[in-house]
Structure formats: C-alpha cells, structure tokens
C-alpha cells in the first residue's frame, strides 16, 4: 500500500477537492482506495456522503491501543467500488487533545500502526489533512510515503510552504524515512487572469519540487461538494476533472520512475 497526505497550511485551496477526486480516480482504474479523513471538519467523509455528527473514526484510532480492533469496524464502504472511507468528524478534536496528554507511548505513530493493520487490503491510502501542522497533520506525514500540496495562487500564494516543507524534512529525518516525495501543484487555476499567471510565475521561481499539472477552475466543482460525489463522476467532462485525471497519470509516472510501487 502506498500512502499520500494532502496537505496544505492554508484552508481553501482544495486540499479536500484533491483528496477526494485522486481517490475516486484511482478506484476507478481498479486500484483499492483508502480514504483517510484526518480533519475533524469532516469535508471528506461528507463529500462521500458518509460524515456523522457523532459517529467514530478516526478519533478512535488516536486514542485506541489496539487499531487491530477498530480498522475493520469503522471504515465504511462508499457507493463506489473500490473506496472505503475512515471517517471523521468533530470528535477529533477532543481525541487530539487526549492524545497530547498521554505521556505513556509515542504520539506519533498512531496513524501508521493503524494503516500497518490494512495495508494487505489496499493500493492506497490518501489522506485528506486539515489546514494546521497538529498532531494529526504530523501523524499522516509519519504514516505517508508522498505528499500533495495544493497551492492556490493569490495574494498570499506561498505562504507557509517553507514551514511545511521544513515540517515534511524534519518527519523525514526523525520518524519516518519512507516519505519519500513531496510535490506542489496549482489548483484552481485561472489562465485569462493576468495576476495568477504573474502568480505562477513566482511559485515557479521558488523552485519546489512541482506536478507540471494544473487543476482548473471549474464551476461545477461547488455543485459536485453538494451533490456529495467527487469532480470527477459527478462532471468527467469539467475541465478540473479531466486535469485530476492528468494529475494521477503524471503521479503514477513519477511513481515508476522513482521506482516506487502501489
Ligand atoms: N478546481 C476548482 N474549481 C473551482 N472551485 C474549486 C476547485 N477546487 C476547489 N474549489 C472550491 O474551493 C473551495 C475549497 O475547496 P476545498 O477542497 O474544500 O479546500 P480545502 O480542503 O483546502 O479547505 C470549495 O468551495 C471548492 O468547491
Ligand atoms: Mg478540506
């Protein structure tokens, strides 16, 4: 199983969009998906149709001694084939707080000793994070083997890129040495706008690893949140869907060139 954290410091930029649309994309071609929802808002259990108020997820598998235990029961079938979802939901937040508590067993390795229990049952783990650097978002980065940060370009574009990179490096060096890429790439992304082609520009210049793909704009990309479908069942013609299709062939590629395996 090869697992990816989407992971971006700033909200909005389509972390959840992304996490949701390679998902698909991938049990789509046949791989079998694990959708991971590491943000206690719950974006992307709900954008599968399968967020609770009060049901448990991944808080439990923060807190538990035993994920053996747990995996299998709180990870549910969506109306895909192919992707399962551990969901998340408000719950999270007093499980992290507990978890930052326990002195007793690392805090770290709660996500990774979780998806060790799975790892049989899937090509791949996408985890959807939230806009922090918190003891979740350092769990996936500890569990992960890539990861994809979104970037929305604006006024603020690279803003906390250095900090999670130097975050990604340092969970490289200390606890996890299978995080073996990292990559930005351009969401939302306006052509006939002069300030994000200028925008671009910049980004480019800062030279971060970077997928040549980029995500357009779409319309039909807050419609597909409602219907609670990815982008790319709900519209495959939109044009955000057909680049999440680019995006995953370009990962794949780079996969096989890396010599890294699903
Ligand atoms: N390619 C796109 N075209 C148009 N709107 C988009 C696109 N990607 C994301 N959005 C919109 O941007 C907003 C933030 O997306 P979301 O995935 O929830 O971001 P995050 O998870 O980073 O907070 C949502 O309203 C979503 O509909
Ligand atoms: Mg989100």
Redesign the pocket.
């Known amino acids: 199983m090869r697992t990816i954290a989407v992971i ?1 410091l700033k ?8 996490s949701n649309s390679i998902a698909y994309i991938l049990a789509n071609q046949g791989y079998r998906v694990l959708l991971l929802d590491n943000d206690k808002q719950g ?1 992307a259990s709900r954008g599968l149709n399968r967020r609770t108020q009060d049901g448990e997820g991944i808080d439990r598998i923060m807190t538990t001694r035993h994920p053996e235990d747990w995996m299998h029961k709180l990870i549910k079938k969506t109306d895909f084939e192919n992707l399962d979802v551990l969901p998340a939901n408000m719950r999270l937040l007093t499980a992290n707080q507990t978890v930052m508590l326990d002195q007793t067993r690392p805090q770290q390795y709660r996500i990774k000793n979780a998806l060790e229990c799975v790892k049989d049952m899937y090509d791949f783990c996408i985890i959807d994070n939230a ?1 922090d650097i918190n003891i979740s978002t350092i769990n996936a980065l500890t569990a992960c083997n890539d990861v994809l940060i ?1 970037v929305e370009i604006d006024d603020n574009t690279g803003e906390g890129l250095p900090e999670l990179v130097n975050q990604i490096r340092h969970t490289r060096e200390d606890l996890n040495e299978d995080l073996e890429n990292y990559w930005i790439f351009i ?2 992304y306006d052509r006939r706008n002069e300030a994000q082609r200028q925008g671009l520009e910049l980004i480019q210049a800062a030279e971060y690893p970077m997928l040549k793909t980029r ?5 039909k ?2 419609e597909c ?1 409602y219907a609670r479908v990815p982008i790319p069942k709900y519209s495959p013609r939109s044009l ?1 869907a057909k680049d999440y299709e680019d995006l995953v062939a370009e990962y794949i590629a780079k996969l096989s060139i890396s010599g890294g395996e699903a």
């Open positions: 971006n909200g909005g930029v389509a972390k959840t969009i992304t974006d806009p979104p969401t939302k995500i357009r704009y779409s319309r990309v807050s949140t955000a």
